[in-house]
């Protein structure tokens, strides 16, 4: 069974230019989760989708961050205009059943360079 | 405040016990996950505790003390391979949500 994949792996981009991240979650999952780490910081939540509605939203930073998961599989992350300090590496994980007591699978994650 | 806290670094010889511990205060509580994470691959579950006490799985165990906030990761036989951060996740809410702590890492010398 494949796991989580996010794409691109590493992606180096100037300030006010726009990024899109990519996550595929394992299959049949219909829990996806967007988690970042910044530099010497912990793995904070930004958001959570159940299927293709977002369930919870509340860690995103700012309107610069719009995510989407249309139909329900994929999910897209972007950053429109990115600026310094959106740099560190975004993570997506999936469940199969909402709540703490299924284990988020994580991707690889996606380390942003914003220069 | 709501904070999960854990060493910053931990090292140990290979065949011995490391335990690291990690204490946290969050606006809710749904269980305890540790992950293991090795440099630029992503978070690999371990363990996950919601009522208190011991569990074990291998070589791997965790603890839970609900009333005193408190957890703890048991690493047994050390081998090379464990050397990687170890993450301290509390599940927040019943959707799964995870409040994550700095990470452990683990070092592990011949």
């Known amino acids: 069974e494949a796991g989580v994949t996010q794409f691109p792996s590493h992606s180096v981009i100037e300030k006010g230019q726009t990024v899109t991240l990519r996550c595929d979650p394992i299959s049949g999952h219909d829990n996806l989760y967007w988690y970042r780490r910044v530099m010497g910081k912990e793995i904070k939540f930004l958001l959570h989708?159940?299927?293709?509605?977002?369930?919870?939203e509340s860690g995103m930073p700012n309107n610069r961050f719009l995510a989407e998961r249309t139909g329900g599989t994929y999910s897209t992350l972007k950053v429109q205009p990115a600026e310094l300090e959106d740099s560190g590496v975004y993570f997506c994980?999936?469940?199969?059943?909402?709540?703490?007591?299924?284990?988020?699978?994580f991707g690889p994650g996606t380390r942003l360079t914003v220069l | 405040g709501q904070n999960i806290d854990q060493p910053t670094e931990m090292t140990a010889t290979e065949g011995a016990i490391v335990q690291i511990n990690c204490t946290y205060q969050?606006?809710?509580?749904?269980?305890l996950f540790w992950y293991q994470q090795h440099a630029g691959e992503a978070p690999t579950f371990l363990s996950y505790n919601v009522l208190d006490g011991l569990e074990e799985k291998g070589r791997f165990s965790s603890f839970l003390s609900r009333s005193k906030g408190y957890s703890y990761l048991l690493l047994k036989e050390l081998q090379m391979k464990d050397s990687a951060s170890y993450l301290c996740a509390v599940g927040t809410d019943s959707w799964g949500k995870l409040q994550f702590g700095a990470g452990t890492q683990v070092v592990v010398t011949p």
């Open positions: 969050t606006s809710g509580f749904n269980g």
């Open positions: 989708f159940v299927k293709e509605s977002k369930q919870d």
């Open positions: 994980a999936s469940s199969q059943v909402a709540g703490s007591a299924d284990t988020q699978y």
